[in-house]
Nanobody, 120 residues
Framework: QVHLVESGGGLVRAGDSLRLSCILSGGTFDDYGMGWFRQAPGKEREFVAAISWNGENTFYGDSVEGRFTISRDNAKNTVALQMYDLKSEDTAVYYC?????????????WGQGTQVTVSS
């Protein structure tokens, strides 16, 4: 059974940077494209970023394009989301996902989520 665990969330100020990490266990990591989604209170789940199994292709949501960077290390079974110039509207629970489907905001597997709070 695939298991995803996120880490790295926290409380930061607007303009700060933060790095989220997610480790996959119970499966073969490079079998999966990986992604990050987020959900703020009262809002729908939003696509943030995705990366292909080999790291050659990356995709970003419009609201984070140019500020966030997704990367992966297949040797360590980890995917990371480096976030720069954080804004209050980035406040949300961030979820790691395996085999994300961007159009439907679904995935085969989800982590438990990590809270990111950006104070203005």
């Amino acid at each position: 059974q695939v298991h995803l665990v996120e880490s790295g969330g926290g409380l930061v100020r607007a303009g700060d940077s933060l790095r989220l990490s997610c480790i996959l266990s119970g499966g073969t990591f490079d079998d999966y494209g990986m992604g990050w989604f987020r959900q703020a209170p009262g809002k729908e789940r939003e696509f943030v970023a995705a990366i292909s199994w080999n790291g050659e292709n990356t995709f970003y949501g419009d609201s984070v394009e140019g500020r966030f960077t997704i990367s992966r290390d297949n040797a360590k079974n980890t995917v990371a989301l480096q976030m720069y110039d954080l804004k209050s509207e980035d406040t949300a629970v961030y979820y790691c996902a395996a085999n994300p489907i961007l159009a439907t905001r679904q995935a085969d597997y989800w982590g438990q989520g990590t809270q990111v709070t950006v104070s203005s």
